[in-house]
């Protein structure tokens, strides 16, 4: 690690750094738990060590300092992830150093892309204010957009010209910048080769879609045509370095605070509803862009909340895409419940025709997901008939078996043999069996540490000068009887750990089991041990160990006995004699419990 990277892991505040990222609960002395944004769990088992600056997770057994989590996070490489620290912290950046030159050649280019992206949105922002936004201006004026509005989510105008932008943009970079960016296109020429690059949006209402860091990233643009030049009504930004479509909830960077706070996060479809909502004051709103999610998406979402309601547009209820999202976010262990908005309107249309306060009623009066598909279930299959029953139950029993836990399952099928007024003990039976069809995961996790050791490996993992005393006597037990410490659980942990010099303790441990092991001691501790309660420790240590020599030696010497073999016999018993002085002296010199 550079002397810059150990300067900022020193100043870093890991659980502040991570609560950038996800929730965190204070679960003990010097610890914070929450849920792990590495794997999939419903009951936290993702700790932070406050003090000694390490998360670990004991359900996928994801582990390491501040840059590991950052890098590991936001995908980046060591070099990156030391740098967002850095200015996470406002620590001033030293000259970059990079592992290899494609490493710095990414790098530079991401940076460039995002001055780009920057300039653009700036640019914008200005012809719309211009006079050629006039047309623009209307239509968002329309749609109920006040100049503040527009200011906050920097909506801008791409006027109706093939070059305007390429030439603000083309004195920043090269060619092959330009054409990465995704902010222009090309055409394929006879050769094969691209032709010049001309600007891909024109005559359109840019809206930025920034990621999770408030950055922009790309755009969808709107097209203000009518008739047969209008071409789609909205395109977006290709996939380039910057921009991956399934990794961006819109609207994430502003909302993230909004929904801790509220504990549920607002879905709507699209960025228009999205930017209504929001500037109306429900800021704890984002969107799905009109696309099914992806598992990428649900991550993000689940490390600032396991609550979404969902207000998609009644007429797009039933499509793929919305489906396809809300049966992701259910069998990832989201509570979802639906809003129904009065006379079909999207929430755009709603919020600006009955203002915010029938919008808020309408959110508090969301149904649980369940009540919402028996509802669907009854209206699309109506009747008493038994055909139309098992039509409805054939459409619910998906929906249940996807549920993740088993009492919600049992919840749902209830409710639906009740609603549905099922009363045959066939299709009863049916509904009980998906309810039962998953199996929970219960998440065991085995504590194999004793006392004793849990001692050892707090005392061996002692960075601090102060209480360097207890730390030695470890280390030195550890070296000079390595014997004695060989049948314990955590006897490779305790020798990495005594061996480390200057490195962090959770580094040092390779094995992931050892690890996690070092990890539990390490998250209990409320204070480093004292030398005496180490040497206490090791007392009992060698004590175990001379019992557990005397066990050895008891079938040793009988085994002896049965052979006859008298020589043998004597040499073990004087063995077992001294053994038992040295375990009578000990339990004679053993300090007096605190
Ligand atoms: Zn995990």
């Not at 996690?516 to 998250?523: D, F, N, P, V, Y």
Request: charged share 30%; hydrophobic share 40%; glycine share 6%.
């Amino acid at each position: 690690m550079s002397d810059f990277a150990q300067t900022v892991k020193q100043q870093a505040d890991i659980v502040k750094v991570i609560e950038g990222y996800i929730r965190l609960r204070k679960s003990g002395a010097q610890n914070y738990s929450g849920l792990c944004p590495f794997h999939k769990e419903k009951s936290p088992s993702f700790s932070v060590h406050a003090v000694r600056q390490f998360y670990h997770c004991f359900g996928c057994q994801a582990s390491g300092d501040v840059f590991s989590f950052v890098g590991k996070i936001e995908n980046v490489s060591f070099p990156e992830a030391v740098r967002i620290v850095a200015q996470k912290m406002g620590i001033p950046l030293p000259k970059r150093e990079f592992s290899s030159p494609e490493e710095a050649a990414e790098a530079r280019q991401r940076t460039k892309l995002q001055e780009l992206h920057e300039t653009a949105t700036a640019w914008f922002e200005e012809q719309l204010r211009g006079p050629e936004g006039a047309v623009a201006r209307e239509y968002l004026a329309g749609r109920g957009l006040t100049p503040e509005g527009i200011a906050k989510f920097r909506i801008g105008y791409a006027p109706d010209s093939f070059n305007a932008l390429r030439d603000r943009l083309k004195g920043m970079a090269d060619d092959q910048t330009l054409r990465a960016s995704g902010l222009f296109s090309s055409k394929e020429q006879g050769d094969g080769t691209q032709g010049n690059l001309y600007d891909r949006f024109r005559k359109r209402v840019m809206f930025p879609i920034a990621n999770e860091s408030g950055r922009v990233i790309a755009f969808t643009a709107r097209t203000l045509e009518t008739g047969e030049k209008a071409g789609a009504k909205y395109i977006n930004s290709p996939e380039t370095p910057l921009y991956s479509k399934g990794q961006v909830l819109f609207n994430l960077d502003k909302a993230r605070t909004a929904i801790r706070q509220f504990e549920f996060a607002l879905l709507v479809e699209g960025q228009m509803d999205c930017i209504s909502v929001f500037l109306r004051g429900i800021q704890n709103v984002i969107a799905t862009s009109g696309t099914a999610f992806t598992e990428q998406q649900v991550a993000m979402l689940r490390r600032h909340t396991s609550n979404v309601v969902v207000n998609f547009d009644p007429d797009a209820a039933g499509s793929n895409a919305a489906e396809k999202s809300i049966a992701l976010l259910t069998e990832e262990g989201f509570t979802i419940k639906i809003v129904t908005l009065d006379g079909g309107l999207d929430p755009d249309r709603f919020i600006r025709e009955r203002g915010v306060e029938a919008y808020t009623a309408a959110i508090r009066d969301s149904r649980r997901q369940s009540d919402f598909l028996i509802e669907r279930a009854r209206q699309m299959f109506p009747g008493a008939s038994a055909d139309q029953k098992v039509k409805a139950m054939n459409y619910l029993l998906p929906h249940i078996r996807r549920m993740p836990e088993k009492l919600a399952r049992d919840q749902f099928a209830v409710d639906a043999a009740q609603k549905l007024g099922i009363d045959s003990a066939v299709l009863r039976e049916e509904l009980r069996q998906a309810a039962l069809r998953r199996r929970d995961h219960v998440e065991t996790r085995a504590t194999a540490l004793t006392e004793v050791e849990r001692v050892l490996l707090r005392a061996l993992a002692i960075s601090d000068p102060e209480n360097e005393d207890a730390r030695r006597l470890a280390a030195q037990a550890l070296a000079d009887q390595p014997a004695w410490f060989e049948h314990l659980g955590t006897y490779t942990a305790l020798q990495a750990l005594a061996t480390r010099q200057a490195r962090d303790p959770m580094e040092v441990v390779d094995d992931q089991a050892q690890r996690a092991l070092l990890a539990e001691a390490l998250l209990a501790e409320v204070k480093p041990p004292e030398a005496s309660e180490v040497r206490g420790a090791i007392q009992e240590i060698q004590e175990r160990s001379i019992e557990h020599r005397q066990r050895q030696l008891r079938s040793f010497i009988a085994e002896a006995e049965r052979r006859g073999d008298f020589a043998e016999l004597a040499l073990l018993t004087q063995q077992k004699l001294d053994l038992d002085r040295t375990l009578r002296q000990l339990h004679g010199h053993r300090p007096p419990k605190a």
